[in-house]
Nanobody
């Protein structure tokens, strides 16, 4: 499986922006669809966004559509999550994740189809 390490979290005021990065190693990153999930205190981990192996297709939860943008650079083995117009309800630990194998498409990225998780990075949005 691919190993994933997130970075870029922090504290930001409502309306601000953050860019999360996900560094991949271990296997061919381009073989895996990837996604971002988040988990707020006392809540279950939830899907935020996903992207296909090539980067040509992206999918978003309704709660972040129009504000967040997922991207990837397969040549650099990197994934990114640009978060704009942040809201206090976006406060959570954000996890980078990769599909369990190459048959998992970007559209099928769910908690059940994830094979690798990063350690998570905290995002806190103050009001």
């Amino acid at each position: 499986q691919v190993q994933l390490v997130e970075s870029g979290g922090g504290l930001v005021q409502a309306g601000g922006s953050l860019r999360l990065s996900c560094a991949a190693s271990g296997r061919t990153f381009s073989s895996y669809a990837m996604g971002w999930f988040r988990q707020a205190p006392g809540k279950e981990r939830e899907f935020v966004t996903s992207i296909s192996r090539s980067g040509g297709s992206t999918y978003y939860a309704d709660s972040v559509k129009g504000r967040f943008t997922i991207s990837r650079d397969n040549a650099k083995n990197m994934g990114y999550l640009q978060m704009n117009s942040l809201k206090p309800e976006d406060t959570a630990v954000y996890f980078c994740a990769a599909g369990r194998d190459s048959t998992v498409t970007g559209k099928r990225i769910t908690i059940a189809t994830i094979g690798s998780w990063g350690q998570g990075t905290q995002v806190t949005v103050s009001s």
